[in-house]
């Protein structure tokens, strides 16, 4: 029976070295995100510069709770012996954040959940 549970315990924890990390933005990547407001509606644009084109960017949605917005990108990181040109890559997105009452909010830019940017913003 002892044995059992130490081969369980050593099971869970090799089942918990072999899960993937989602990997993180290269260091060299700037973030930037400016909010806009057309007609009635605010917009928040966000612009990655990534190291090459072989690096991309995925939007994946976003949700408003109360006064916080959340944006959530998924990152990928180039395969192994990729050959890529080398050059700057910039990724532009653009969130339509609808119309937004009146107040202070915080957004928050995520990628691979991972805060990158924290943005606050005023709507009068």
Do not use: W
């Not at 933005?25 to 007609?39: Q, Y």
């Not at 939007?59 to 917005?69: E, L, P």
Request: net charge positive; proline share 6%; charged share 20%.
């Amino acid at each position: 029976m002892r044995m059992l549970i130490v081969l369980l315990a050593l099971a869970l924890i090799l089942m918990g070295c072999g899960a993937k990390k989602k990997p993180t933005l290269p260091s060299s990547t700037k973030v930037g995100a400016v909010m806009l407001k057309e007609n009635d509606t605010y917009k928040l644009y966000v612009i990655f510069t990534l190291p090459n084109p072989c690096h991309k960017i995925v939007y994946r949605g976003m949700s408003i709770y109360s006064d916080k917005i959340i944006v959530h990108y998924e990152y990928f990181p180039p395969k192994p012996d990729t050959v890529c040109i080398q050059k700057l890559e910039v990724y532009n997105t653009t969130v339509n954040l609808g119309n937004l009452k009146k107040g202070e909010y915080t957004i928050y830019i995520y990628v691979n959940d991972r805060i990158v940017k924290k943005l606050r913003f005023n709507v009068k």
